[in-house]
């Protein structure tokens, strides 16, 4: 009987331990965003709605929103981040379409002076704007006869965001006029359609969604920036001054997290349009669609390198008054070039140690977010089991996005300073920076590795699941290699903007740990504006340069990884 039942029995289910192992690094995956996002962002909430004696949760949300402060704020945020908006957009698709529809010449050049914002933290183009038109700018006079009462308010905000949101839109815009079918105006060349209905009819349809995404963008950035209202908004105070006025200034934190809340509705929604338009976009290339390849036209050409040589020539001369500003001896009496601006900001006032506890920064924030980006990307795509917890992860990894960085600052606060947190040691350290960092920036990162790794076919885990190989070779062998020129970018990505970024970490920096970006913050702030200056374009050149080193270390992975991309002779 015993031997019957003994042989009924099924074997026993060998236990596949490299899923296991993957499980476990998935949910790895997931505690760090709850740490690092989820956590953070719950106690901003809870801070909302945290009791007051004698009063309930909500007293001081609707206290502050009877406040005509609160109002006028709100409404100078989306005032400047309209206005912005309607400016930048135009002319970012009016460069794109040149660099898309043109045969100008330099369209490389061109391309890569856009990109200079993104090498200077945004603080940048506010001290170039008040070296150009502040009270001794160059061209003050200038800025007065045409009617503006002076650089510090409104006007010096929408300026300056306009040159620091510029190269984004322009990348989005740039992306969705490359997707066009020529068949389409080929028809339209047949049926006789003008120049204009044809732009009207073909072009602007088939770039709507990247017209959209790219405004939502605009709006996002510009009403989240909290450096350069801080250093040109004077008494024009908007959201994101407001934040650090209550949090740093009065230390009053629930009034702040209100704020903050306000702050991450706008962000929140835009980023909820743009998903449920790229949810209704359609594809514009097809399998037998055929690239559109721009033909000579001497007038047009010669329209679109005017245009794109005065924008770039405004560009140039917001980012090299900065240069220029920072060698001035003494601004606007002795203009001979010097090093005591340098010299002021990296010795005198000891900032040479914030220029290297930004490169600590950048470098662990650059290794750390690569590995822990596609770490998780590559468990999400390519791993079984868990199915309950992956639409989380995509989830998690898409909000980081929508969160501006006070916001997720200021929620580092309320959670890593809270005397019952385990994690309380980590308050005012280099870890939580990067941390906070990676977290701020995890959104781009992982769409970028995601995508690449969806490119890749899933027959190669199927194979080795079948020839029972365990994922982590496959992922070492096969994943990891074709992935590597994604990787540079991210990595590059992630120490670019670690570099520059102020408003993730504004709040949480000690004595000890203290970021250049910061730093010019704090010169601005206490009127030397040359050494703060200095330290911008310290930080641009360095990022430069590191830029440089990404793309020699990208051709140099090509040729020792990427072989196979090559076609066959």
């Known amino acids: 009987m015993v031997a019957a039942v003994w042989k009924a029995a099924p074997p026993k289910q060998l236990v596949n331990w490299p899923d296991r192992l993957a499980n476990v690094a998935l949910l790895g995956t997931v505690a760090l965003l709850c740490i690092g996002l989820v956590a953070p962002l719950l106690l901003i909430l809870g801070k909302v709605l945290d009791a007051p004696e004698g009063g309930t949760g909500l007293d001081a949300f609707a206290a502050y929103l009877a406040s005509p402060a609160l109002l006028q704020s709100l409404w100078h945020s989306v005032q400047v981040s309209v206005l912005v908006t309607l400016i930048v957009v135009p002319l970012a698709f009016a460069f794109a379409y ?14 890569a002076i856009t990109l200079l914002p993104l090498l200077a933290p945004s603080l940048l183009s506010a001290i170039s704007l008040i070296y150009w038109f502040g009270n001794q700018g160059i061209a003050k006079e200038l800025w007065l006869m045409l009617g503006f009462k002076g650089i510090y ?90 934040v650090f006025k209550l949090v740093i200034g009065q230390q009053d934190f629930q009034r702040g997290a209100v704020v903050a809340l306000l702050l991450l509705t706008p962000a929140a929604l835009t980023f909820g349009i743009d998903y449920l338009v790229q949810r209704k976009q359609t594809a514009m290339l097809t399998a037998r669609a055929v690239p559109l390849v721009p033909r000579r036209s001497p007038g047009f050409d010669a329209a679109m390198s005017i245009y794109c040589v005065l924008i770039v020539g405004l560009m140039l001369a917001m980012f090299f008054m900065a240069v220029f500003a920072s060698f001035a001896t003494l601004w606007p009496y002795n203009l001979k070039p010097s090093f005591v601006h340098y010299i002021s900001g990296l010795v005198d006032a000891e900032l040479g140690d914030a220029m290297l506890n930004s490169l600590e920064l950048s470098a662990c924030t650059a290794v750390i977010g690569t590995a822990v ?56 350290t280099m870890p939580l920076m990067v941390l906070c960092t990676i977290v701020h920036f995890y959104t781009t990162g992982h769409l970028t590795v995601v995508t690449a790794l969806k490119a890749i076919d899933a027959e190669f885990e199927a194979v080795s699941a079948s020839l029972k190989v365990p994922f982590y070779k496959t992922f070492w062998r096969v994943t990891l290699p074709i992935c590597l020129p994604t990787l540079i970018d991210v990595s590059r990505y992630f120490f670019i903007n670690a570099m520059t970024t102020i408003s993730a970490v ?55 990884t990427q072989a196979w991309r090559a076609p066959a002779r």
């Open 98 to 111: 040149a660099l898309t529809r043109s045969c100008m010449p330099a369209k490389p050049l061109f391309r």
């Open 153 to 242: 308010g409104a006007s010096g905000i929408v300026l300056a965001e306009c040159f620091a949101t510029f190269p984004h839109v322009l990348m989005i815009l740039v992306t969705a006029l490359s997707l066009a079918d020529a068949r389409l105006y080929e028809a339209a060349n047949a049926l006789g359609t003008s120049t204009l209905r044809k732009f009207f009819t073909i072009t602007l349809p088939g770039a709507k969604y990247g017209l959209i995404s790219a405004a939502l963008v605009c709006f996002t950035l510009v009403i989240t920036d909290f450096g350069i209202p801080k250093v040109v908004g004077g008494n024009f105070n908007v959201l994101a001054t407001d």
């Open 506 to 560: 504004v709040f949480l920096y000690s004595p000890d740990t203290k970021l250049a970006s910061v730093a010019i913050l704090n010169l601005d702030e206490a009127g030397d504006t040359g050494p703060a200056a200095a330290m911008a374009v310290l930080i641009a050149a360095t990022s430069a340069v590191v830029t440089l080193l990404y793309m020699l270390l990208g051709k140099w992975i090509d040729r020792r």
């Open 373 to 428: 980006v596609f770490a998780g990307a590559y468990l999400l795509e390519k791993t079984r089991g868990l199915d309950w917890v992956r639409p989380i992860i995509r989830l998690m990894g898409m909000l980081p996005m929508a969160v501006p960085g006070l916001v997720l600052g200021l929620g580092y606060i309320f959670f890593f300073n809270a005397p019952v947190n385990p994690l309380n040691f980590l308050y005012h």
